[in-house]
């Protein structure tokens, strides 16, 4: 299983903001929708990834004031992407040895989408129960 099939399953829906808009508003904005994460873009460029640990840990610095920063200030810039054709497998160590949730998909220099450590664990489970329902007709019909 690869990401273009995970993103056929989900959708390929991405949540961005631009990198003036303030912590406070990101923080409503993965309220409401209820995610984990935000591509920043300015224009079509990806230019940084805002997680909600981005916004926790900018609060427990700066306390209550810090949802007045701007978004540039805090998101993290150095971003980690993955391709269509990266593998269930290859994402999961990216996350792991990373140390985060959330991966942009870039296709031809295109943002098309993103993938969770949710999606990854949702379609991986999916995978197993598949393989061992094979296994099991194939032992029952031996």
């Given at each position: 299983m690869n990401v273009a099939t995970i993103l056929k399953?989900?959708?390929?829906?991405?949540?961005?903001?631009?990198p003036d808009i303030t912590l406070g508003e990101v923080a409503r904005l993965l309220s409401a929708k209820r995610i984990g994460a935000v591509l920043v873009l300015e224009g079509e460029h990806?230019?940084?990834?805002?997680?909600?640990?981005?916004v926790i840990k900018s609060i427990?610095?700066?306390g209550s004031e810090a949802l007045d920063r701007r978004v540039r200030?805090?998101?993290t810039s150095r971003i980690v992407t993955c391709d269509l054709n990266d593998s269930v497998d290859l994402l999961m160590d990216m996350m792991t040895e990373g140390r985060?949730?959330?991966?942009?998909?870039?296709?031809?220099?295109r943002?098309?989408?993103?993938?969770?450590i949710g999606d990854v664990v949702k379609h991986r489970m999916a995978e197993?129960?598949?393989e061992t329902e094979a296994l099991r007709l194939y032992i029952?019909?031996?």
């Open positions: 399953a989900k959708g390929a829906d991405v949540e961005t903001v631009g990806l230019i940084g990834i805002l997680s909600e640990r981005d427990g610095v700066a200030e805090v998101m985060f949730r959330h991966l942009p998909v870039v296709a031809e220099g943002l098309v989408g993103i993938i969770s197993t129960v598949m029952a019909n031996s």
